[in-house]
Nanobody, 128 residues
Framework: QVQLVESGGGLVQAGGSLRLSCAASGRTFSSATMGWFRQAPGKEREFVATIAWSGTYRIPIASYADSVKGRFTISRDSAKNTMYLQMNSLKPEDTAVYYC?????????????????WGRGTQVTVSS
């Protein structure tokens, strides 16, 4: 029902920046939660950031993992139906495949298992 496509990943030096994009198509919702998760080789998929909104509240609510607070910023452009993750001050430990996900409800969930839709991921590699 909803398709998600990530872009913007790549190779960057430590301390550098990248901006990931997640374009959504198909059915859209006035209330929803979208998020970014990442998975490194041999590790569990982990929460990075989420943004939740509803049709009656204009200001969305964002949440961040402790490991990225102060460095990453999540945002959305409703006109373009696109979500972004601005990543600054990147560290080698940020290296992972980053996935975009969505829930057609304004739950604000931080749990990957709660998300209904997923993109195929984009690789982010941070060199030392």
């Amino acid at each position: 029902q909803v398709q998600l496509v990530e872009s913007g990943g790549g190779l960057v030096q430590a301390g550098g920046s990248l901006r990931l994009s997640c374009a959504a198509s198909g059915r859209t919702f006035s209330s929803a939660t979208m998020g970014w998760f990442r998975q490194a080789p041999g590790k569990e998929r982990e929460f990075v950031a989420t943004i939740a909104w509803s049709g009656t509240y204009r200001i969305p609510i964002a949440s961040y993992a402790d490991s990225v607070k102060g460095r990453f910023t999540i945002s959305r452009d409703s006109a373009k139906n696109t979500m972004y993750l601005q990543m600054n001050s990147l560290k080698p430990e940020d290296t992972a495949v980053y996935y975009c996900a969505a829930i057609p409800r304004s739950t604000g969930s931080l749990a990957a298992a709660d998300y209904n839709y997923w993109g195929r991921g984009t690789q982010v590699t941070v060199s030392s």
